[in-house]
């Protein structure tokens, strides 16, 4: 998607060899345009899928998501970030490491908002290792949704999750696909 890749290029800070900032545009402030063309372009690629839920995590995917939920004319849910791991019987819970803050934290999901009967697209701002995506998606598959494929604004692909998911059959999505940090440079595949 070229008008994230020209933003990216134009805002994105890069923190470390791993690590590039966006907060004007994904993590702090919102750009509307570009988070509605987003949503658009994820809707467009998963418009024959019969999508019936949009799926994400708290806080920094729900915008694109709601974005996205909104093109195709469906309900979002979003996981909700715990401190300590709920164990109440009507919610899905899964135990995550958190890539950038260095720390594991506890999503959830309350059961009445998955059903056996939906079909699912997962949205995220951004994939490393993948463990944020493979936690929603182990709370998909326990609720007996069926999880269509999973929709990322910005896939770090020298890193393993966006791979480790396909490797699983799971259908994945990125806008952009960003190959190295290295020595300070954004370089996009
Ligand atoms: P993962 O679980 O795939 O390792 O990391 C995914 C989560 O970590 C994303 O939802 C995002 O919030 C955060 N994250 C991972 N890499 C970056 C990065 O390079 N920049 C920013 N701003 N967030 C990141």
Redo the contacts with the bound molecule.
Sequence with gaps: MELLKEKIKEVGIVVSD?????DAIL?HAIDPVLTTAMGREFARRFAEDKITKVVT?ES??IPIAFAAAQELNVPLVFARRKKTLNTATDTYCER?P???KGMVTDIMVAKEFLHESDRVLLI??????????KGLIRIIQRSGATLVGVGIAVE?SFQA?GRSIREQGIRVESLVRIASLANGAIRFE
């Design positions: 791993e690590v590039i900032k966006l993590n995590i920094s995917g995550v958190s890539f950038t995220d701002d951004f994939i490393a290792n993948g463990d944020a995506a770090k999750g």
